[in-house]
Nanobody
Framework: QLFLVESGGGLVNPGGSLRLSCAASGFTLDYYVIGWFRRAPGKEREGVSCISFNDQSTYYADSVKGRFTISRDVAKNTVYLQMNNLKQPDTAKYYC?????????????????????WGQGTQVNVSS
């Protein structure tokens, strides 16, 4: 079974930065698509950014383009989300998920399948 653990959230001022980590265990992330999703009270779940672990193809939601960068470390079996120039609307609980699907669009727009794995989430609060 694949297990995912998020870390790196916290409280940050507007304009500040955080780096979230999604560490995987149980299986290597080869042939997986990994996504960062967020959920804030009163809002639907949003696919923030996704990456194909092998070829590093990426997807970004329009709301974070130019500010967030997704990357992966093969040796550490980990995916990162570097978040710069954070804004109050970025406040949410951030979750990572992994699934053996072939398209970034399916992962980030529609979410993982029932066979996908989810982490427990990490809270990001952007406030002055």
């Amino acid at each position: 079974q694949l297990f995912l653990v998020e870390s790196g959230g916290g409280l940050v001022n507007p304009g500040g930065s955080l780096r979230l980590s999604c560490a995987a265990s149980g299986f290597t992330l080869d042939y997986y698509v990994i996504g960062w999703f967020r959920r804030a009270p009163g809002k639907e779940r949003e696919g923030v950014s996704c990456i194909s672990f092998n070829d590093q193809s990426t997807y970004y939601a329009d709301s974070v383009k130019g500010r967030f960068t997704i990357s992966r470390d093969v040796a550490k079996n980990t995916v990162y989300l570097q978040m710069n120039n954070l804004k109050q609307p970025d406040t949410a609980k951030y979750y990572c998920a992994a699934d053996r699907i072939n398209t970034l669009h399916d992962m980030c727009v529609n979410g993982p399948s029932d066979f996908g794995s989810w982490g427990q989430g990490t809270q990001v609060n952007v406030s002055s």
